[in-house]
């Protein structure tokens, strides 16, 4: 795999302002790319050579995980002072380098050093590795489908665990060691537990708030596997008959989820999907309280492209994986989202995840 995306970044690099390399130092593009999982090293990438730089802690690692690099074994100053060695070895003219990510201080440094020994020249390139995760492969998608089913059967037991006097953080914490004992690596991300009010505030941290009959309850989450990642949402009803309140706004947001889902395919623009569902919710006067954008690509990232956001043009390509997931938040009520994760299709979505909507925790 990694010799098809050095070949396929090989092929690019005259379409990227036409430089003769490029360093990679976003540690989840170096992943995506080489296979190396440590949490120091950069590549560098040209017509004729492949190097991953890392220090002593990884270089048995890299060894093993990036077979088809050089290693460099750099030293143990500060990594980013060490990146002229690779760009000497090189020696070609022109490196691109990953403008979004790399400080003003790196720059400057790394700049100084290639000055001084008369390297290469430095042109900022802006986000051309990420659009090549877009599209995931077999391997890719097997991980993500399987984290899912780890997320699915934990949101499933949440009908079973979630208690009246159960504080956010307990219920949070079980939902974890559900995920844990059965095979996640870690969470994607902190739990989302938030009951009753918290509901209002889209990324409520779990709290000492215990809940009660009554309670809106949204539990957003996700497990980590081999570095994919999964994501879903589910919003309960704490009690045996839910209000006239809750019946409205939960039926706007599946509404408006299952338009999107029903409609969206391969080839949409971004912006188009989100508005399958931002025009269900803006249509019964709640747009105001949908305030985020209805989904985000999942993979090496927890959030990566592409988005479904109303500013993005870009198109969904068949074989992406997003997440759809309207909400409406109410203050001083609390919240209603429910998210999905799909893989994008020609004709359609095929779902990852599985978990049924079953609102209703009787008590
Ligand atoms: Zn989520
Ligand atoms: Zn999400």
């Not at 991953?52 to 048995?60: A, L, M, P």
């Not at 691109?96 to 390139?125: P, W, Y």
């Not at 989904?295 to 990566?304: A, R, W």
Request: contains cysteine; negative net charge; aromatic residues 6%.
């Amino acid at each position: 795999m990694s010799q098809e995306r050095i070949d396929l970044i090989r092929s690019k690099l005259a379409d990227w302002k036409d430089v003769d390399g490029i360093l990679i130092t976003n540690l989840t593009n170096c992943r995506w790319v080489s296979g190396f999982t440590g949490s120091a090293g950069h590549l560098v990438i040209t017509q004729d050579r492949a190097l991953i730089g890392t220090d002593f802690r990884y270089w048995e690692q890299a060894a093993q995980q990036a077979p088809e690099f050089e290693l460099v074994k750099v030293g143990r100053e500060p990594h980013m002072a060490k990146q002229e060695d690779l760009l000497k070895m090189v020696g070609v003219e022109r490196i691109g380098f990953e403008a979004s990510h790399m400080t003003v201080i790196d720059f400057r440094l790394l700049k100084k050093k290639c000055d001084e020994i008369e390297a290469c020249s430095l042109v900022g390139l802006n986000g051309v590795i990420e659009p090549m995760r877009h599209v995931k492969t077999a391997d890719e998608l097997a991980m993500i489908r399987k984290a899912a089913v780890i997320t699915d059967n934990a949101m499933s037991a949440v009908n079973q665990l979630a208690k009246p006097g159960m504080t956010e953080r307990a219920l949070a914490w079980q939902l974890e060691k559900h995920m844990r004992e059965n095979g996640a690596d870690g969470m994607a991300f902190d739990i989302i537990v938030a009951a009753g009010p918290n509901g209002a505030m889209a990324h409520h941290h779990p709290s000492d708030r215990q809940l009660q009959v009554g309670d809106t309850i949204i539990v957003d989450m996700g497990a980590m596997l081999d570095g994919y990642h999964s994501d879903l949402t589910r919003t309960f009803f704490l009690g045996n008959e839910p209000d006239e309140k809750f019946k409205l706004v939960y039926d706007l947001v599946h509404t408006a989820q299952k338009n999107a889902l029903n409609n969206m395919k391969a080839g949409m623009k971004g912006q188009e999907i989100d508005a399958l569902a931002r025009d269900v919710i803006d249509d019964a006067g709640q747009g105001p309280n949908f305030g985020h954008s209805l989904g985000h690509g999942v993979g090496l990232n927890i959030h990566e492209g592409p988005s479904l956001s109303s500013v993005y043009k870009g198109t969904i390509p068949a074989g992406a994986v997003v997440s759809v997931e309207p909400g409406v938040y109410l203050p001083g009520w609390g919240g209603v989202r429910i998210e999905d994760l799909v893989v994008v299709t020609t004709d359609g979505i095929e779902f990852l995840s599985h978990c049924p909507k079953t609102p209703i925790i009787p008590v």
